[in-house]
């Protein structure tokens, strides 16, 4: 052969442009579950563990837009300015910290009890120490400790039952991460807590388009806007229907890698 090292290197490039294709291609339209988000708070204070920035603030910003008393879980190091602006109360507190969890489960602003808890804890690091499993086993032992029933995990695509649902990039990308969401998953659904878990395939930071649902269909996968998953949580959050339910949150918009929008 000529060129044997280009010749490689060709087929290294084919096969990646092959893979990123397939991850990409599009499964099942499955259908929606649940009515949209509702106007008006229920009574109680909700707890938002993940609440400083990304989806966790977006579902601050929809709980307070409606009048909800939100409490957010504030590490000491993390800045407070975006929660405290849209009128949540924070508590300082590290989710690694059981200790944090039941002080915070302590500050609901009208003196009484929770009325639920939204995790959407994760990091930024692939590879340093997270909070997925740690954290969240955390939140749910505080939770049952103060009696707080109601639960909504955000986790991933790919947890759990739904590990082919997840491109073949992003289980590889994500192969410390995604273990431990399964394990938090499976923590909380052996809680007895009324849980709802939600599985979020890849993340954008967009306007929100109100077009994405959520299914039991959990081999759909789909990117999603962080402002629409935050409002399929909260319409989770306050339906009953959601109880014990797993879903995935589906736009059918960016069912395809080439379907992200570049602005
Ligand atoms: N990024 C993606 O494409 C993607 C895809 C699928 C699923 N997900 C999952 O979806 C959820 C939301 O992701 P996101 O990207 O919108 O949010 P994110 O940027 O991962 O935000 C994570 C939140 O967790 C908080 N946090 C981390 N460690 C903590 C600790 N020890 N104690 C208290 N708070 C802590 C962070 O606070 P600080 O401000 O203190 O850091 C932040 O508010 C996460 O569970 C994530 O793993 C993400």
Request: proline share 6%; aromatic share 6%; hydrophobic share 45%.
């Amino acid at each position: 052969m000529k060129y044997p090292k280009l010749t490689v290197f060709l087929g290294l490039v084919v096969l990646l442009v092959a893979w990123v294709l397939i991850s990409g291609m599009e499964g099942d339209r499955p259908r929606a579950v649940l009515n949209p988000v509702s106007a008006t708070p229920a009574a109680g204070a909700v707890l938002v563990i993940g609440g400083t920035r990304a989806t966790g603030l977006e579902v601050v910003r929809l709980l307070r837009a409606r009048g909800d008393d939100v409490v957010v879980l504030v590490r000491p190091s993390s800045d407070a300015g975006e929660v405290e602006a849209l009128g949540a109360r924070i508590v300082r507190g590290d989710a690694l910290n059981p200790g944090d969890l039941a002080a915070a489960l302590k500050a609901d602003p009208a003196g009484g009890q929770f009325r639920a808890i939204v995790s959407t804890l994760g990091g930024r690091s692939l590879d340093g120490p997270r909070p997925d499993f740690e954290g969240n086993r955390n939140a749910v032992d505080a939770a049952r400790l103060a009696g707080v029933r109601r639960f909504v995990l955000v986790t991933v695509i790919g947890a759990g039952e739904s590990r082919d649902a997840a491109p073949a990039i992003a289980r590889y990308v994500l192969r410390n991460v995604i273990p431990e969401k399964s394990k938090a998953e499976d923590y909380l659904k052996t809680s007895g807590l009324d849980y709802t878990i939600i599985r979020p395939g890849g993340l954008l930071d967009k306007e929100p388009q109100g077009r994405a649902y959520l299914t039991e269909d959990t081999r759909a996968m789909s990117w999603i806007r962080r402002s629409d998953l935050a409002a399929l949580t909260v319409q989770a959050l306050d339906d009953p229907r959601a109880i014990g339910k797993v879903y995935h949150a589906f736009d059918p918009d960016r069912t395809r890698f080439w379907s992200i929008p570049a602005n």
